[in-house]
């Protein structure tokens, strides 16, 4: 792969914490003691972020590791037979941003049946087994155990026969609204990447292999890398983005389309996410691609032939380069 950085100015990739361990499994782990939070944690937006930083700071005050147990898949998908939301982030890339934040300790629980029918005092007694738990945080709405009944106050109850402490955190408020994910997902399906960043603490970000395309790019002398995305992550509105892409540990400045390509497309088609990175040359395909979500800049349209969607384009790159910088 050639690289020609032109102008670009790099900056560090994302830190990742070598010494944060990801399990996703109970079975080989077996802490002398620990602080606990549990929760999905999707995105590891502020809110979450407010109990995470409370707990490490304090947890490793009192010469205890912090252990965060998440699930994976979401809850909602193996509760709810209609409807459950798409993700913000991989079991991977939750693990990362938790270790970034200082855990020591990320367990990926797997959620199906079999643990949705626990009771809360069932799951607790083996997570008790195996973490030695003395402080279990939660947020203000946790609820957990076979159909959810068992609320935080009943929790703390049960840490009285298992020996923990029960914490339960307030939650975050933003412009008179508490943070959530599913407040940010509505913002990403309605372009507004820039909020979502505002509550996630950093630009939205989508992660995928480069598959090979059709390369009309290369043929309007725009080429462009076509990323696979799981089918279970959030939805981002369709249009055209300005994003900062990561390649091999440096990042480039790019314009990003996500939709149907209705210049070309006569039928109905998936829609895909094609990248063009700026002052960038090199074969990609089978690569993973990092994508930061920066600024919305227009709605995907058709337009009335080649010559009007290159100057679009041109005039896309143009924006790009002055956000970007």
Known sequence: MRLSKG????????PKNEAMHHYTTLKNVQLIQSWVTLGTFDGVHLGHQHIIRQLVNQAHQAGNPAVVVTFHPHPAFILSSETFPLILTTPTQRAEILGQLGVDVV?????????????????????SK???IRQLWVGYDFAMGKGKKTTSLELGQLGEKYDYTMNRISPLYVDGKIVSSSWIRELLGEGEVERAAALLGRPHR?????????????????????????????CL????????????????????????????????VPARIEIHILDFSGNLYGQTLLVEFITFLR??????????LQTQIEHDISRARQILS
């Not at 367990?107 to 997570?127: D, G, M, R, S």
């Not at 983005?241 to 039928?267: D, M, S």
């Not at 709605?299 to 009007?308: G, M, P, T, Y």
């Open 299 to 308: 709605q995907e349209r058709k337009f009335e032939n080649i010559s009007a």
């Open 206 to 234: 989508v992660e995928g292999e480069v598959v090979e395309g059709d390369k009309r790019g290369k043929k309007l002398g725009f080429p462009t890398s076509n990323l696979h995305i799981p089918s279970s992550m959030a």
């Open 107 to 127: 367990i990926t629980h797997p959620f199906n049946t079999q643990v949705a029918n626990l009771t809360a005092e069932e799951f607790i007694k083996n997570l």
């Open 237 to 268: 509105r369709s249009g055209v983005y300005a994003c900062h892409v990561w390649v091999g540990g440096e990042r480039w400045k790019a314009v990003v389309n996500l939709g149907v390509r209705p210049t070309f497309e006569h039928q109905p």
């Open 7 to 14: 102008h670009l100015s790099a900056s560090p990739a994302p």
């Open 130 to 132: 195996h973490l030695n």
